[in-house]
């Protein structure tokens, strides 16, 4: 396969840098500045990863309590059920 070299790079169209170059450019960094504002740090998302991990741990544990409690009335009731028919 031939590598064929490459010497002029200029756009095909006759393009070249638009008029507003400068003004497209400061918008953007406004922008990236905002992103860098909002974003979250490492620390932040260990601060969250904890928090959601106790409200998980919490919830299994009140299903878990709730279940047990059902299988102790389905017994109850079964072995009513049994003795008296």
Do not use: C
Request: proline content about 4%; hydrophobic content about 40%; charged content about 25%.
């Amino acid at each position: 396969m031939a590598v064929k070299k490459v010497t002029d790079l200029r756009p095909l169209d006759g393009g070249g840098e638009p008029p507003d170059m400068e003004q497209r450019l400061r918008h953007l960094e406004q922008e990236v500045h905002t992103i860098r504002e909002t974003m979250a740090t490492r620390q932040d998302l260990a601060g969250e990863a904890g928090s959601l991990r106790t409200e998980l741990y919490k919830a299994l544990n009140a299903q878990t309590w709730k279940i047990i409690g059902l299988m102790g009335v389905m017994t109850g009731l079964f072995t009513v059920i049994v003795k008296w028919l």
